[in-house]
Structures are given as C-alpha cells and as structure tokens.
C-alpha cells in the first residue's frame, strides 16, 4: 500500500488559503459589521460578511478532510505493517518464516563479526510431530509447536534469532564468545531438558521430544554473510538428520564427513526411484524347512538390488530410504510381484513367505492391491504368507487388525515377525488371528552363548504350545544353534546353516533337481528330493 501525497497537498492547500483568506478579510468584515451596529446604518461591504461566511465554511471543509486524510494514513500504515509482519513472520509461533531467515541471519552474523563473537545455528525437528497431530487432534499440535518455541525462547541469549520453516521444522540462531564454547553445549542440555517436559492441552499429557543438528561459523570467518546463512542453515540440517538417524530425542553437531554421506543417499535416492522401473530389484529367496524331518516347506523373499553402479546392495541400506521417499509400496509390489511368479512354479506344497513394510499398514487399499497381485499372477492364496513385524502392533492395532482379518478372509496366511523384539501381548496374540509366530533370530543365533536368549526361546516355545500356534526359527546358523534349539520343541526353521539365499534361476534349478516344480509326477522321488538336512545344504 502507498500513501496518495496529492490528496494531502490538496488537503492542506485548501486549510492554508482559507485561513490566509479569513486574516486578510476577517479584520475589515468584523470593523465594518461593529460600525454598523453603532451607528444602526446598513454595513458598507455586505459581500466581504458573505465571503467571511464561506471562507469560515471552507475552513471547516479544509480541516474535516485533513483529519480524514490523516485517519486514512495511519490506516493505511498500520495495514503495511500487518503485510510486512505476515510476510515475514509466522502468525502461529511469532518467528521469522522461511522466507525472511536468510535475511536475518546475514543481519546476525555482521553483528557478531563487529563484536568479534562466533554465531551458532541449530535446527530442530521435533520427533513424531505428525503422528501426535494426527491422534490428537491439530489444536493439540499447535499448542506443542508454541510451547516448545517459548521454552527455547526463555533459554536462547539476547540477540538470537528464532525462526519456523515449515511443519514442525525450526531454526534458531545465537552469538557466542568463541573463547567459552562450552557455553553452547550447557545450553543444549538446558534446551533439551526444557523441551523435554509434557505438554498440557485440555488435560492431556503429551510428551514431546526433539532432534536437533549444530552447525558454527567458527570454520569460515571470512566468508561472504549470504553465503555463510546459507552454509550453515545447509549443515545444521545435515547434523539434526543424523541426529534423527541416531535415535531421535537428541542433538548432534555437524561433522565433515556427513556431507559426503548427503552425496551417497542422494546418489541411493536417485538409483531407487531409476531402478524400480528397470526392474533392479529382484527377488531372493532363503530356504524354510521342518527341522524335525528335514523337509523343505517354503522360502521366505527377501529384497536385493542389483546396482549397476554398486553391485548387490543390502535391504538394510536401501529399504529405509524407500520408506523416507514415499516408495516402499511400489518397490514391494514391484517384488511381491516377481515372487509370484517365481513361485507358481513350484511345488505346491511350498509356501512362500513376504515381509512388508509397516508403513504399508497404513495403506487402506493394501489388502485389495495385494488381491490384484494373487489373481494376475494366478497364485493360490493359501500358499501366500504375509509377516508383520512385532512392532507393528503397538502403532496402529486397530488397522492391522481390520487389515489381517481382511487377508485372512481371502485365505492368505499371517506370521508374527520378530517376535520378542516388541510390545505384542498375550491379550493381542489371543485376539488376532496370527497363523504362526516367528522368532526374532538375534535370540536364535545366540542360543548356547547367552542365558536370556536360552529363557526367552524357552517362553515363547511355551506360549505357542499353549496357543496350539505353530512356530518358525530365524537365523539358524550352526549346528550347535540348531541342537538347542531342538531341545524347546518343535519348529520351522531357516538360517545360513541351509544355505545363503539365492536368486530365482538358482531356486529353480535346485527345485528341478529336487522334482519339485511343478507337474513333478514322481512322488517317491518328489517326497526323497524334499528332504533338507544341514549337512547337505553346507555340502
């Protein structure tokens, strides 16, 4: 908004005339109208008395619309004022925005240079913030984002700069004496201890925690203020992603070699979203077998990528960035999709078992997209065995819940992954209809070594006798792991003590020599070739 200066001019001309108009006439007027009282004759100039009537009139015209013009201005200012504010500002918390922090961080970083002082910038994400949102409601997130942000207000030293860039993403700003850097890190202790503490709404409790990343100009004091706000907004963030990698509910400060692992993920990133389409992801399979027979039962998929660049690359790299980037569904219906078609040609009687994403929980369609998947491939659902990880279950019973009865409708099979890793009870097992139970294979791969691995495989053995659930044994590795396990009960087992897992042509091959392929009409020789002792899957 502008002022309009004419309208002033204009407002003040007319006061000015008017008023020299009154001093040049009113004297005259008022000497000609008293002499005509006295002397009772008719005034000598009656025009002037008119004019003075009208010069008065437009006196009060002239001040009437400059006191509206006036009002007009303050009015218009006060509206500039509010425009600059929600420009760069944030209406919820008060800070700076995106869009003015840059600004404002060149501002800071003169006026410690002046002072011959360093500055600090932290990021800070606070963790979970989505979920709490969505539970409890947005009214409840807005009260966490403003309490946080004037629990870091009261600590941050004067001259410091706060600023919410978007969702629950915010960058602060602090001048230090470069001489006492310790300061910084008392600081943090006190910022994370206040951000720490519940957050009362209507009276809930909410606990609230916050990830955050360091970065100080120490390293680059002659740098250009632009390029150093940028530099160090650009580090923080770097620092307050491992902060998150590490564990969440901490901070960390910038380190050299973060950026060069920044280039690799991106390098990743980039290679998954290229490789889904041009079918790098296959498939591999691990064997599953009876352990009180020895017989082959099934293979369990497990995700690799052939990288053209990095060769056979570990789903523990590659899945965790999937799921950041949005692109776990795609790359493992891309999978489950090859698996099916693998494994139609196998044997019947082998079942073929897949692990998913918990973030694929979340999908409402899931159920009806891995439908899809059965009837292109032509695959018996009851031959399909879908596992959840433990964990699962703590976040979202209720979806998992619909979601298994959903595919259990259809015939498909559920497993129970990792179990004794996480916070499934018996109350939960008795009330979803799990198909089996599979036993997390650090406590399998440390039987004979460690005690409490030996309690818990004893427990869980107990817990699915009881619940008449069969049970699965992961990481088999030894044989020595595989006669104590012997001793807990009966069990399904897999591991590298039956073999590494391989890729779908060396599945093949070994099932045909097996006559375990489809059309296989040798049953003696079928039932003879079926059987997977260890010392033939080492040999």
């Known amino acids: 908004m502008t002022r309009r200066p004419d309208n002033d001019v204009i407002g003040l001309g007319i006061i000015v005339a008017a008023v020299l108009m009154f001093v040049a006439n009113g004297s005259v007027v008022v000497g000609d109208f008293l002499r005509a009282i006295l002397?009772?004759?008719?005034?000598?100039?009656?025009?002037?008395?008119?004019?003075?009537?009208?010069?008065?009139?437009?006196?009060?015209?002239?001040?009437?619309?400059?006191?509206?013009?006036?009002?007009?201005?303050?009015?218009r200012r006060k509206a500039e004022e509010t425009a600059h504010r929600l420009a760069h500002t944030d209406p919820l918390t008060g800070c700076l925005n995106r869009r003015s922090v840059g600004k404002a961080l060149e501002d800071i970083i003169r006026a410690a240079r002046i002072t011959g002082h360093e500055l600090v910038v932290m990021m800070m994400d606070i963790d979970n913030f989505k979920r709490a949102n969505d539970t409890h409601g947005h009214q409840a997130g807005d009260a966490v984002l403003t309490q946080t942000v004037e629990r870091v207000a009261a600590l941050l030293p004067e001259r410091s700069l706060m600023a919410r860039l978007g969702g629950d993403e915010f960058a602060f700003a602090a001048i230090y004496d470069p001489d006492h850097a310790e300061a910084i890190e008392r600081l943090m202790a006190r910022i994370t201890a206040a951000i720490s503490r519940p957050v009362m709404i209507d009276g809930l409790s909410l606990d609230v925690t916050a990830s955050i990343g360091l970065a100080t100009s120490a390293d680059k004091a002659d740098a250009d203020p632009a390029e150093l706000s940028a530099a160090l907004l650009h580090r923080a963030d770097l620092a307050m992603y491992q902060a998150k990698k590490s564990g969440r509910n901490r901070y960390s400060?910038?380190?050299?070699?973060?950026?060069?692992?920044l280039r690799f993920r991106s390098e990743l990133e980039r290679g998954i979203r290229e490789g889904i389409p041009r079918g790098e992801f296959v498939p591999y399979y691990e064997k599953q077998v009876d352990l009180d027979t020895g017989?082959?039962?099934?293979?369990?998929?497990?995700?690799?990528?052939?990288?053209?660049?990095?060769g056979i690359v570990s789903p523990d790299i590659f899945i965790p960035i999937a799921e950041e980037i949005g692109l776990i569904s795609e790359l493992s219906e891309s999978l489950i999709r090859q698996a099916l078609r693998d494994a139609r040609e196998w044997d019947p009687r082998l079942t073929l078992s897949v692990n998913i994403s918990p973030l694929q929980l979340r999908d409402p369609w899931f159920a009806q997209k891995l439908l899809k998947l059965l009837v292109e491939a032509n695959f018996p659902p009851n031959r399909l065995d879908i596992e959840i990880t433990e964990t699962c279950l703590h976040e979202s019973i209720g979806v998992v819940r619909t979601l298994i009865t959903s595919l259990k409708n259809q015939g498909i099979r559920i497993s129970l992954d990792d179990f004794g890793t996480g916070y499934s009870s018996l109350a939960q097992l008795r009330t979803l209809p799990f198909d089996q139970i599979k036993i997390d294979r650090f406590f399998v791969s440390t039987l004979g070594t460690n005690k409490d691995s030996a309690t818990i495989i004893e427990a869980i053995s107990s817990l699915g006798k009881g619940l008449n659930m069969p049970m699965t044994a992961e990481g088999i590795e030894s044989p020595e792991v595989l006669d104590e396990l012997r001793k807990f009960g009966s069990f399904k087992g897999q591991g590298f003590l039956y073999g590494q897992p391989v890729d779908?042509?060396?599945?093949?091959?070994?099932?045909?020599?097996?006559?375990?392929?489809?059309?296989s009409d040798d049953p003696a020789a079928d039932t003879q070739a079926q059987t997977d002792t260890p010392r033939t899957a080492l040999g």
């Open 504 to 519: 779908a042509q060396e599945v093949r091959a070994m099932l045909a020599e097996r006559a375990l392929l489809q059309g």
């Open 253 to 261: 400060w910038f380190e050299d070699v973060m950026e060069s692992e």
């Open 39 to 75: 002397s009772g004759d008719a005034p000598h100039e009656p025009m002037l008395g008119i004019a003075l009537i009208l010069n008065i009139a437009l006196l009060l015209f002239g001040w009437r619309r400059y006191v509206d013009l006036t009002r007009e201005v303050g009015q």
């Open 295 to 310: 017989e082959l039962t099934g293979f369990e998929m497990l995700a690799r990528w052939k990288s053209p660049r990095h």
